[in-house]
């Protein structure tokens, strides 16, 4: 069987890559929920920190905080 022909395809701009985290679709999700609050289960040592990130990279920080309260980690609705 032949392989076939490699062809050159000219393109204006290279694709970038586009990355979600678990902690972005987290804090996503709990704002389209009609919760005032809400506890992030198994989140690990620095899962506050990731979310705080996400928070601020998604511009809501004026509509969503990170509280970290006895070791356990919430989302809360402003």
Do not use: C, W
């Amino acid at each position: 069987m032949a392989k076939p022909k490699l062809k050159l395809k000219p393109v204006v701009e290279l694709p970038q890559r586009h990355r979600t985290s678990e902690y972005t679709l987290l804090v996503q999700e709990f704002l389209k929920s009609k919760d005032a609050h809400a506890e992030i289960e198994n989140a690990p040592k620095n899962g506050a920190t990731s979310l705080r990130n996400a928070v601020k990279n998604l511009g809501v920080a004026d509509k969503v905080e990170v509280k970290t309260i006895g070791g356990v980690v919430y989302l809360t609705k402003k």
